[in-house]
C-alpha cells in the first residue's frame, strides 16, 4: 500500500506518478492537516502522534510525506524508525515575491 500523506490528491497526479506509486500497491490518500504556525512544541508532537498512528494502522510499503515542515519532520522520523520508506516527490517551484 502507497499512503499519499500530503495536499496534493493522487486523482490529480500525472499517470507516471500514479503509476510509480501504484507499484507499492493501492493509493490512499490522507490529507496533511492544517498546523497552526503557533503551535508548541506538545501540539506538533500530538499531531504528529496521531497522523503516524492513523498511517500505521494501514501497514503501508511506502508513504508520500509532504506539508509543513514540523510535522512532516516529526511523521517522517516516525515512519523510519518503523521500516517505513518514506519519499518525496521533486518539481518546479515556481514563487513570486
Known sequence: MFINFSNH???AWEKAQLNAAMEYGEVIDIPFPAV???SNKEEIYKICE???AKIMNLNPSCVLCQGEFCVAYGVISALKKFGVKVVAA???RKSVE
Open 50 to 52: 496521531e497522523y503516524v
Open 90 to 92: 521533486c518539481s518546479e
Open 36 to 38: 497552526n504556525p503557533y
Open 9 to 11: 490528491p493522487s486523482e
